[in-house]
């Protein structure tokens, strides 16, 4: 059984520029969930996708975006990155209506 | 303003020393709680829930956490810690008055000594 998976797992990126990352739920889930995790901090809920539509936000700019897919796949999009966009961005995932959430490695972002 | 507060930064211990590590909350009405422990190159991983029923809840590894409501706390316990056990903890709370969205506190970091 294939838990949440991320990609890549690691990249780096100038100011300015932009960047995607992807993430596949773990089987049998609909929800993708993404968060924010800066060195030294717990995670920061970014936006929750659901039947392909934005359900939650949390405190981020419109500069952080997502898309989920009808597979149930999910990107994230990241414009104009700033030096405080480094972090470690989770993905995680769950059914909708339950309530225990799964979580994948990560994409570890460098903004130099 | 609704917050997660873990109150020790980092924790070391002795291979068999007791562990209590505390969570607190602000949401108001009925959460649903959690311990998630994040081993060292490692992805978040659920060590226990509360949504309801028995505040003294079990979890994986000889974990176990309870459910104080009128201190709106959800402090984490094992009575003897292993090396294995060096890990990041993290609290986390969803709430209807959040939106069910999953906050977490700043972290833990527990280091055990052989």
């Known amino acids: 059984d294939a838990g949440v998976t991320q990609s890549p797992t690691h990249l780096i990126k100038t100011r300015g520029q932009q960047v995607t990352l992807r993430c596949s739920p773990k089987?049998?889930?609909?929800?993708v969930s993404w968060y924010q995790q800066a060195l030294g901090q717990g995670p920061q809920f970014i936006f929750q996708y659901y039947e392909e539509e934005e359900r939650q936000r949390g405190n981020f700019p419109d500069r952080f975006s997502g898309h989920q897919f009808p597979n149930y796949s999910s990107e994230l999009n990241v414009n104009a990155l700033l030096l405080g966009d480094s972090a470690l961005y989770l993905c995680?995932?769950?059914?909708?209506?339950?309530?225990?959430?799964?979580f994948g490695e990560g994409s570890w972002l460098t903004v130099v | 303003a609704q917050s997660v507060s873990q109150h020790n930064h980092h924790v070391i211990l002795s291979e068999a020393a007791s562990l209590e590590l505390g969570c607190n909350y602000s949401y108001g009405g009925t959460v649903n709680l959690f311990w998630y422990v994040q081993y060292p190159g490692q992805h978040l991983q659920l060590l226990l829930k509360y949504f309801s029923g028995d505040p003294l809840v079990k979890g994986i590894k000889g974990f176990e956490a309870e459910f104080i409501k009128s201190k709106f706390s959800f402090n984490l316990r094992k009575p003897s810690v292993q090396w294995s056990d060096t890990a990041e903890y993290f609290c986390a709370v969803t709430s209807r008055s959040n939106d069910y969205k999953l906050s977490f506190g700043a972290g833990t970091t527990v280091t055990v000594r052989a």
């Open positions: 089987s049998g889930h609909d929800t």
């Open positions: 995680a995932s769950s059914y909708q209506g339950g309530n225990t959430i799964y």
